[in-house]
Nanobody
Framework: QVRLQESGPGLVKPSQTLSLICTVS??????????WKWIRQPPGKELEWMGT???????YYSPALNTRTAVSRDISKNQFTLHLSSVTPEDTAVYYC???????????????RGQGTQVTVSS
């Protein structure tokens, strides 16, 4: 069974870049039937899809966050990483990494996700 685990700082200062790592076990991120996603949920709001990495390494981003978001991967560690630049307090949220079916590159649909990690943006 696949498992996903987020890791990274819980507190980030405004204007800095947030970097979160998702470590995947129980399945390779290069398997050509899944995509790998970052999703977040700000307090009191719905889940928001941020970006997707497919098995070949191609990336897809939410138009609302496109200029500030990048997703990369380390195949040797079976990890993928979110980088969100120029953060503001509005980026405070619980951040999740997730696995989705292939072909769902532009939405937040998933079958497995991590437990989530709280990130607060504050000076």
């Amino acid at each position: 069974q696949v498992r996903l685990q987020e890791s990274g700082p819980g507190l980030v200062k405004p204007s800095q870049t947030l970097s979160l790592i998702c470590t995947v076990s129980g399945g390779s991120i290069t398997m050509p039937i899944y995509s790998w996603k970052w999703i977040r949920q700000p307090p009191g709001k719905e889940l928001e899809w941020m970006g997707t990495l497919d098995y070949s390494g191609r990336t897809y981003y939410s138009p609302a966050l496109n200029t500030r978001t990048a997703v990369s991967r380390d195949i040797s560690k079976n990890q993928f990483t979110l980088h969100l630049s120029s953060v503001t307090p509005e980026d405070t949220a619980v951040y999740y990494c997730a696995r989705g079916p292939l072909g769902t590159h532009y939405d937040g649909s998933y079958d497995y996700r991590g437990q989530g990690t709280q990130v607060t943006v504050s000076s």
